[in-house]
């Protein structure tokens, strides 16, 4: 099973900047698209943005088109969200997902949390 450990959420006041990271323990990282979820309370969880092996392609939601940016460095093991301009709407806990052959699609890690005080 491939190990997802998301951190540098925190709480930031809003117009701030995160960069979120994610690392994961997949032998085959290079090789695997990889995405970022986020779930605020009392909300199903949502698609944030995606990215696929190599780099090259990457996706957003409307919600955050324009002010993010996912990356990945495949020599580290390790996926980033770079949010800008951080919104109350933006709060919620985080989730990096791996969409490596034969991993878990129910899987999730613990997630790290943002906060965007108002």
């Known amino acids: 099973q491939v190990h997802l450990v998301e951190s540098g959420g925190g709480l930031v006041q809003p117009g701030a900047s995160l960069r979120l990271s994610c690392a994961a323990s997949a032998r085959t990282f290079s090789s695997d698209d990889m995405a970022w979820y986020r779930q605020a309370p009392g909300k199903e969880r949502e698609y944030v943005a995606a990215i696929r092996s190599g780099g090259d392609d990457a996706f957003y939601a409307d919600s955050v088109k324009g002010r993010s940016t996912i990356s990945r460095d495949d020599a580290k093991n390790m996926l980033y969200l770079q949010v800008n301009n951080l919104r109350p709407e933006d709060a919620a806990r985080y989730y990096c997902?791996?969409?490596?052959?034969?991993?878990?699609?129910?899987?999730w890690g613990e997630g790290t949390q943002v906060a965007v005080s108002s």
């Open positions: 997902r791996t969409y490596a052959a034969g991993a878990d699609p129910r899987y």
